[in-house]
Nanobody
């Protein structure tokens, strides 16, 4: 059974930081490109960041560049998203996604709320 389990979300003040984690099981994690997406209320799902299977290549959404860092530990089957300089517009449910060939798996999401 494939599981992607996100953790680390919560309430943070503007300018603060959070680190999200996504622990994978049931897949050969090191084969998968891993992504973080987010969905704010009333909006579509937006790509936040992506990291290649070995971790050598990363990409970010335009509004996240310079503030967010995606990383992975293939020995722990875990992908991380370090978020800094958070803004109220970063408030959203954040989802972990894993893709390999025609396989595509999603986590249940973790809420990030940026508010004073």
């Amino acid at each position: 059974q494939v599981q992607l389990v996100e953790s680390g979300g919560g309430l943070v003040q503007p300018g603060g930081s959070l680190r999200l984690s996504c622990a994978a099981s049931g897949i050969t994690f090191s084969r998968y490109t891993m992504n973080w997406y987010r969905q704010a209320p009333g909006k579509g799902r937006e790509l936040v960041a992506t990291i290649s299977s070995a971790g050598g290549s990363t990409n970010y959404g335009d509004s996240m560049k310079g503030r967010f860092t995606i990383s992975r530990d293939n020995a722990k089957n875990t992908v991380y998203l370090q978020m800094s300089s958070l803004k109220p517009e970063d408030t959203a449910v954040h989802y972990c996604n894993g893709r390999f060939q025609n396989l595509n798996f999603w986590g249940q999401g973790t809420q990030v709320t940026v508010s004073s």
